[in-house]
């Protein structure tokens, strides 16, 4: 078997439903926990696929900042069903690797249908290891960088991403306003989404000259740690179908998950790299055996969204999938190919593939448990063809791309389902509907009706279907991450 894990199974399994809250500065909303964002991802995402928890047979969690099982007391409040619940970290890919773990249950015919649900609550500022009296997992990395680069007094994050850039820039050359453009980028995509965590546009310029972080990194240039909840319903064809799901499915053709190989961790220690440090060759070899997979290439795909969690990333990525020619990734930025059109005012560039139409991590938030299914969420809503102003034209498949130092990376490659039967399956009508609005396009709290219609029939921690407490009354009627719901939803 290959190094990279793209395990097809023998069933093809589509997105039904997806939800996700506003992305929150940590500390924004003090009176809001994890298992209120959780709740509201939930209960959207189970809203937009017309099922309920009952339905659900299988979930996957994903979370790094919490004690364990916090996955089963997020989804307990919506039913106490006995289904397996799995709990899983794998740093920043935490997201994509619980959908990736629902998708395979569905893939190999233990369940139907399958929950993915990635949350956070952070700390303020940047990332810091919590285990002061045990060996960081990351100890190689931080030690491998520091003997190629030295140590700055910045975060290691922006110094691992950050070197990797400017060893990109160095070895290849190319338009040096490269990582400004893309940061500018994310932050004027992100004017177009509803549940990003900033939203004011920031200009090439602004990017450049605000705080220095580490070498060509600004605080426009790097993520912010945000509070937030996302979630994805996962579904077989048969159980589409049964449910006439086919006006919101999209297919999930194909995944993979990869891990550092020896051109980050050299065994002799002698070809140490600050781009391999960072996930260049996990992304590469993922890549590779997902468009293998998949038959597909770099040409098929119309939007990407790529884990921008630094601007150094998102450059050293569109060579690692195959985006670019090689080597030319600052002068592909310079083109203005990975611009949404609305935005770019250059020159067209001759072959475009929008990136991060959403704002990415640098603008929209990055909750490390939530990321990759807030991917999920702006990619199935993007070939639904519900994303608005942010539209892609002519999409027909989407990529993510979601990776975590230590290290694993997740590819996703989505597309519009083929199958006849998932295609007349619409008797369920679609997912704007049953929720009263278009959530790609507007965020809005959730009502009590809203989680008595999903949660189990026999109850949860916050009641039945008939009664909700009345403490999560209160915290509904407030609104949990957004406004609370109008009179009209109640």
Not at 86 to 100: E, K, P, R, V, Y
Not at 214 to 228: A, E, M, R, V
Not at 352 to 367: A, F, M, Y
């Amino acid at each position: 078997m290959s190094s990279a894990t793209s395990i097809k199974g023998n069933r093809k399994v589509y997105v039904v439903g997806v939800g996700m809250t506003h992305l929150d500065k940590p500390g924004r909303r003090e009176d809001i926990d994890y298992p209120d964002y959780a709740l509201e991802a939930a209960t959207k995402a189970l809203l937009d696929a017309g099922v309920t928890y009952d339905d659900v047979q299988f979930a996957a969690v994903g979370y790094c900042y919490g004690d364990s099982t916090c996955g089963q007391r997020a989804l307990y409040q919506l039913g106490l069903t006995q289904i397996p619940i799995i709990n899983m970290n794998n740093n920043c890919s935490t997201g994509s690797t619980a959908l990736f773990t629902a998708r395979n249950a569905v893939a190999f015919g233990q369940v139907e249908c399958a929950l993915a649900l990635g949350f956070e609550k952070m700390a303020p500022g940047s990332l810091a290891s919590v285990w002061q009296d045990r060996t960081n997992p990351m100890d190689w990395n931080a030690m491998a960088m520091i003997e190629l680069r030295g140590f700055d007094k910045a975060p290691m994050a922006p110094q691992i991403f950050g070197n990797a850039g400017l060893e990109y820039m160095e070895k290849y050359g190319g338009p040096a306003e490269a990582f400004d453009l893309i940061a500018a980028k994310s932050h004027q995509h992100s004017t177009l989404n509803p549940y990003s965590q900033f939203k004011q546009p920031a200009t090439v310029d602004q990017v450049h000259n605000a705080r220095k972080i580490f070498g060509p990194l600004t605080l426009l240039h790097c993520s912010p740690t945000s509070d937030g909840a996302a979630c994805a319903i996962v579904a077989s064809e048969d159980f589409v179908v049964k449910h006439g799901l086919g006006a919101n499915a999209i297919e999930i053709v194909g995944q993979t998950l990869a891990t550092d190989s020896t051109l980050a961790a050299d065994p002799l220690g002698k070809n140490h790299s600050c781009i391999e440090l960072a996930g260049a060759d996990m992304t590469r070899r993922a890549a590779q055996d997902l468009y293998a997979a998949t038959n597909t290439s770099p040409k098929n795909v119309s939007v990407v969204e790529l884990h921008d969690c630094f601007s150094a990333n998102e450059l050293i990525t569109y060579d690692a999938l195959g985006l670019c020619e090689p080597g030319k990734a600052a002068e592909f930025t310079a083109s203005g190919a990975t611009y949404h059109p609305r935005f770019w005012k250059g020159p067209q560039p001759k072959n475009t593939v929008v990136v991060n139409p959403s704002g990415g991590l640098i603008s929209k938030g990055h909750p490390l448990g939530a990321t990759g299914i807030a991917q999920c969420a702006e990619l199935n809503w993007q070939l639904r063809g519900w994303a608005g102003d942010r539209q892609v034209a002519n999409v027909d498949k989407a990529l993510q791309h979601n990776v975590g130092l230590g290290g694993a990376v997740v590819l996703t490659m989505y597309g519009k389902p083929s199958s006849p039967a998932v295609k007349a399956a619409t008797a369920a009508g679609d997912g704007r509907a049953r929720l009263g609005y278009n959530p790609a396009v507007a965020h809005r709290g959730i009502s009590e009706a809203d989680v008595r219609k999903v949660m189990s029939r026999k109850g949860g921690l916050v009641g039945t279907p008939q009664e909700l407490k009345d403490e999560i009354k209160e915290k509904l009627a407030k609104g949990l991450s957004g406004p609370a719901p109008s009179k009209a939803n109640l």
